[in-house]
């Protein structure tokens, strides 16, 4: 028979008459990015090592020889001299092999009673753990900027806003502790997919488990995770965690977007309600007059290509027949890319919202405009005894004379005033005021000073104490 005998070169070349094509190895490598697995790889390796020795199935010599050459081999990668090979397609690859050239035959007994389908779905597991712990951190760092900003100006009375078109008076902590709870939920949601994530696959090997005597429960462990898997074809082939925690990571990215959104109109001259730090914004190479709000106009773009990344796993995997399949290994490039991008997000987004500064004057100038205490007028007159939908008709035709004649409600005298109805009186003038408005929302979750502080204290006490 003719072999070529750099068929035999691959770990599993031995079947192979052969050689691999350089446009397979060139197509089908991943090296180039899942090396990013490394130090879980290894982990995971090492445990594995341990746990064969334990269990007899190989000797505690070549276990504690493993265990080394991997530990060196780590080094070596971490602090950049370790040459990694396109030919030997990914991470698991090359560091097996490097183990081998290391150690001899020792190394080669490493590979017992697992498969790269078993230990890539750990590896994935364990990074994946490890950047929710990451992502968590800097979400509960945009927590404390937005409560930073809801302690630094309680008292601010801001338009609030339904369409877009000016509603009714609300406070600024209000509004600051609305996203606060947007990314409260969002950690709830990273809480309760880590469990998920934290399952360990090891033991499943390539799909049907093994037939060595292995200790799975020591394997996870020795690797902090708390419990096992159940099935293992289901084990070495789905990716359901890292949908869930695209999913996840793709409604930061919409709560996030919405906050970069109001933060662009904010900071347009037509708002002016936000001055962002020079340091955040950049300039126009032709309108010398410009400061572009890059950060959050970034951030909004970005959350489209999470929002790519989530779409192109949940097609990935909709086609898969049992178990692995070579189509799983795109799975690496779209995990690794949201994390980086939604952590990136959070930190720069962390950072600028602990900066901005209201233009307190100007919004307590503009905020008396617009009509947006009309609804307390309605109700002022519902409590007079008016059926509600009258009172919302009669209020509806002072707004309509005042824009005709281009007042405020509050710029009406008190006979104005009563001509739309006789229930109106002197107090008027309190429930029309923006600080009337805001101070009668007082049921539970409401806008009222008292249930703003008391919400600000829940928030805070959540933050210390978990
Ligand atoms: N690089 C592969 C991946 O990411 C590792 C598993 C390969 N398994 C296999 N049977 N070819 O999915």
Not at 231 to 240: E, G, P, Q
Not at 271 to 290: E, W
Not at 395 to 409: H, P, T
Request: hydrophobic share 40%; with cysteine.
């Amino acid at each position: 028979m003719n072999v070529d005998k750099k068929a035999l070169e691959k770990p599993w070349g031995g079947r192979f008459l052969e050689a691999t094509e350089k446009m397979l190895e060139e197509f089908s490598a991943s090296v180039h990015y899942d090396r990013r697995l490394y130090r879980q790889d290894i982990a995971g390796s090492k445990v594995h090592a341990r746990m064969l020795a334990r269990q007899g199935i190989i000797s505690d010599k070549d276990a504690d020889a493993i265990i080394k050459g991997l530990g060196e081999i780590e080094e070596e990668i971490a602090s950049g001299d370790f040459v990694w090979s396109h030919e030997l397609e990914d991470v698991h690859m090359n560091i097996e092999q490097a183990l081998v050239e290391r150690i001899g035959d020792a190394g080669k007994r490493l590979h017992t009673a697992r498969s790269r389908n078993d230990q890539v779905a750990a590896d994935i597991r364990l990074y994946l753990r490890e950047e929710i712990d990451r992502l968590d951190g800097l979400l509960s760092l945009l927590q404390e900027a937005l409560l930073h900003q809801a302690r630094a100006h309680q008292d601010l009375i801001l338009p609030g806003y339904t369409h877009l078109q000016r509603a009714q008076p609300v406070l600024w902590p209000h509004h600051m502790l609305a996203y606060f709870e947007m990314f409260r939920r969002d950690r709830d949601r990273l809480q309760d997919c880590r469990k998920r994530v934290n399952i360990c696959p090891l033991g499943s090997a390539a799909l049907a488990g093994t037939g060595f005597p292995i200790d799975r429960e020591y394997v996870a462990e020795e690797l902090g995770f708390h419990g096992i898997t159940a099935n293992s074809l289901d084990a070495v082939s789905d990716r359901d965690f890292i949908i869930e925690f695209l999913a996840t990571a793709s409604i930061v990215m919409a709560h996030l977007s919405r906050l970069s959104e109001e933060l662009i109109l904010w900071t347009s001259a037509e708002f002016s309600f936000v001055d962002l730090p020079d340091s955040f914004c950049t300039g126009s190479s032709i309108m010398p007059q410009k400061k572009n709000p890059d950060v959050p106009e970034l951030v909004r773009g970005k959350t489209g290509r999470v929002y790519g990344h989530l779409m192109s796993l949940l097609t990935i995997i909709k086609g898969l027949p049992l178990a692995y399949n070579r189509d799983l290994q795109e799975d690496k490039e779209a995990l690794f890319d949201t994390v980086d991008t939604v952590c990136a997000s959070v930190e720069i987004m962390a950072a600028l919202v602990a900066r901005l500064v209201p233009r307190k004057e100007h919004i307590s100038r503009i905020v008396t405009q617009g009509f947006l205490t009309a609804t307390d007028l309605a109700d002022y007159l519902v409590k007079k005894g008016m059926p509600f939908r009258q009172a919302h008709s009669v209020v509806g035709k002072a707004v309509s004379q005042c824009i005709s004649q281009g007042k405020e409600l509050t710029d009406m005298s008190l006979e104005d005033l009563k001509a739309f109805s006789s229930l109106i009186d002197e107090d008027i003038f309190e429930v029309l005021s923006i600080e009337g408005s805001v101070g009668t929302r007082r049921c539970p979750g409401g806008t009222a000073p008292e249930r703003v502080a008391e919400a600000l204290a829940t928030a805070e006490k959540k933050m210390t104490h978990g």
